[in-house]
T-cell receptor, first 112, second 112 residues
């Protein structure tokens, strides 16, 4: 049973650079979610796809954040012009129809 | 303000002891989910509770949702070092997964 896969596991970049993360959900799951988690906090919901449609994006943190799921399979989360405050763990989760969500191991982003 | 509160914030117990973690919601829940997270890793789904008064058990972990569906407890019997980690409760506000919120987490340490 292949779980949710995220790539890369770690990303270190300089402030101002663009970064892109990839998430491969469990194959039969039609829903895909992105979260951000900072130290000592629970995950914070960012956005949600059902198949290729992005049904909720109002909670993306700023217009520097965008996400895509072009064919309803894998998804990418891009952060443009990174800032120090973007340093966090970015988690992806997937589910079939309703919950529960199954999570990947996350991408840890560090901004120098 | 947090829509989900957890108590205690952290907990240190001796191996073999029982413990309880609480999760309180500011409003009625459609569903309450318990996850476990080890440092630097993704979330592992433990249990889902949807009905008032519902109780579920898995191995030595029991979770219960109160009748009013605003509070849940997670109880671990005879704790082991493998139980150590961060326990997070998550709430589904609209039953579609688009409005999912996590509590801040409870950090559990189990001393051998």
């Amino acid at each position: 049973d292949t779980g949710v896969s995220q790539d890369p596991r770690h990303k270190i970049t300089k402030r101002g650079q663009n970064v892109t993360f990839r998430c491969d959900p469990i194959s039969e799951h039609n829903r895909l979610y992105w979260y951000r988690q900072t130290l000592g906090q629970g995950p914070e919901f960012l956005t949600y796809f059902q198949n290729e449609a992005q049904l909720e994006k109002s909670r993306l943190l700023s217009d520097r954040f965008s996400a895509e799921r072009p064919k309803g399979s894998f998804s990418t989360l891009e952060i443009q012009r990174t800032e120090q405050g973007d340093s966090a763990m970015y988690l992806c989760a997937s589910s079939f129809r309703s919950l529960p969500q199954h999570f990947g191991d996350g991408t840890r982003l560090s901004i120098l | 303000s947090q829509e989900l509160e957890q108590s205690p914030q952290s907990l240190i117990v001796q191996e073999g002891k029982n413990l309880t973690i609480n999760c309180t919601s500011s409003k009625t829940l459609y569903g309450l989910y318990w996850y476990k997270q080890k440092y630097g890793e993704g979330l592992i789904f433990l249990m889902m509770l949807q009905k008032g008064g519902e109780e579920k058990s898995h191995e030595k972990i029991t979770a219960k949702l109160d009748e009013k569906k605003q509070q849940s407890s997670l109880h671990i019997t005879a704790s082991q070092p493998s139980h150590a980690g961060i326990y997070l409760c998550g709430a589904d506000w609209d039953n579609y997964g688009q409005n999912f919120v996590f509590g801040p987490g409870t950090r559990l340490s189990v001393l051998p």
